[in-house]
């Protein structure tokens, strides 16, 4: 595997690095990123993010028609480590999937209001898929949506979870069931203003203190120019993009931050009086934490790397998903371990160690395990379509 950046590329990286020096702000920036992917919630960080789109920056991977710079995804991958490293927020949904579905599959008029307004970094996007009884298996989504041929619409209702982004968003980016005879082939994607009309948000907090939503539709009309593409097509698209965003997954970065910090905490800090550095379980830890981050980087770049070669690496994709969050939680374990009973203050109260950031890295880690597909669903994909074993069920 290949995976030296070219001169190019190493001089894009440069300039996004020095660009971050530049507008350094903690106003901007989690100088403790937790999330793997930092949102775009208050003023601030939507100024940042055109100060990015200024530069050119977001959708560098679209197509030159539609505003962008028709540069390789790795470009993409580039921007989104270097955030993710200073805490940053990312551009994630609005250029990634709800831009490249859009560019693809979107009517003219679709293309002309939304493509201009995501380019220059002025509207946010929540995503919809999941429902109480939906999550996994997110094709079995029930959100109805009825048609109404005399005002050229459809009425929709009922509940949507883990809405992130959904209190702040300006628009929805939403699946519903269209055609309630088929599974698959009977969900239909709808763009909604989340002001909408009959919309109502709920927060539902994590165990890491990070809020995410549910979504109430009580006759929500969405009118046919709404609509993504074709009808009863969602779910198709829904794959696509995904597919579409291997450049943009999650980075690796904020591990490595934390990482980087437990590592100096060792070097520096003592335990009953004696340097950690000196005790042998502290430094045989530290060296089986550093040997598996190596492993998530290389199982990261495998994806890259497969990506670039034009392939679809989902496989691989699973494989990183499931290593890397799961190294998250072992990081984080590890720390309270090293740290004693003072690694469980949260951030604020005094004897906090690192200002209680492993403490909160310890909830936090299990949310990454679940959002984005869980890590028995990852196993799944590793299992069939990587070993060919057969379906579980
Ligand atoms: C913080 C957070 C943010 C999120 N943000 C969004 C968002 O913005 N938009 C959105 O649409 N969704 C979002 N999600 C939803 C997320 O994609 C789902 O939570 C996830 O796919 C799991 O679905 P579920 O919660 O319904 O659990 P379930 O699917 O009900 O799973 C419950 C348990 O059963 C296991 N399980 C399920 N099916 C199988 C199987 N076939 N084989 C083996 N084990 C199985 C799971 O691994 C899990 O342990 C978010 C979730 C979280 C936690």
Redesign the pocket.
């Known amino acids: 595997m290949d995976f030296e950046f070219s001169e190019a590329e190493k001089q894009f990286q440069r300039e996004v690095e020095a660009f971050l020096v530049e507008h350094h702000s903690l106003d901007v920036m989690d100088a403790n990123p937790e999330q793997l992917s930092q949102t775009v919630e208050t003023p601030a960080k939507r100024a940042f993010m055109r100060k990015l789109a200024a530069r050119g920056w977001l959708g560098m991977s679209w197509p030159e028609q539609y505003g962008g710079l028709d540069r390789p995804g790795i470009y993409d991958f580039i921007l989104t480590e270097a955030l993710s490293r200073v805490g940053a927020p990312q551009c994630g949904k609005g250029v990634g999937i709800v831009g490249k579905t859009v560019i693809r599959h979107g009517s003219d008029a679709m293309k002309s209001y939304f493509l201009p307004r995501i380019i220059r970094g002025e509207i946010e996007f929540?995503?919809?898929?999941?429902e109480p009884q939906?999550?996994?298996?997110?094709a079995s989504m029930m959100l109805k949506a009825v048609r109404d041929e005399q005002r050229g619409g459809w009425v929709l209702n009922g509940q949507?979870t883990?809405?992130?982004?959904a209190h702040f968003a300006d628009w929805y980016w939403v699946g519903a069931r269209t055609d309630p005879a088929q599974k698959h082939k009977g969900i239909t994607l709808f763009l909604i203003e989340m002001d909408h009309p009959g919309l109502s948000i709920e927060p539902t907090w994590?165990i890491g203190d990070?809020r995410?939503n549910e979504v109430f539709f009580d006759d929500v009309f969405v009118s046919d120019d709404f609509v993504v593409g074709e009808l009863n097509r969602g779910w198709t698209y829904i794959c696509e993009a995904l597919d579409l965003e291997r450049f943009a997954m999650m980075p690796v970065g904020p591990v490595e931050m934390k990482f980087e910090a437990l590592r100096d905490y060792v070097a520096t800090e003592s335990c009953d009086g004696e340097p950690l550095c000196d005790d042998p379980v502290a430094r045989k830890k530290i060296a089986q934490l550093a040997t598996q981050l190596e492993v998530a980087r290389m199982l990261q770049r495998r994806v890259i790397a497969s990506a670039i070669a034009g392939g679809v690496p989902t496989v691989e994709s699973s494989m990183y998903k499931l290593y890397m969050t799961q190294f998250g939680q072992r990081l984080a374990d590890a720390a309270l371990d090293l740290m004693g009973h003072d690694g469980q203050l949260k951030p604020g109260e005094p004897d906090a160690q690192l200002d209680g950031r492993f403490e909160r890295s310890y909830r936090y880690t299990v949310?990454d395990t679940?959002?984005?597909?869980?890590?028995?669903?990852q196993k799944?994909i590793i299992a069939q379509r990587g070993l060919g074993l057969p379906r579980?069920?």
């Open positions: 929540a995503i919809g898929y999941s939906s999550g996994s298996d997110a949507k883990w809405t992130t982004s994590t990070e995410t949310v679940i959002g984005g597909g869980t890590s028995e669903i799944n579980s069920f």
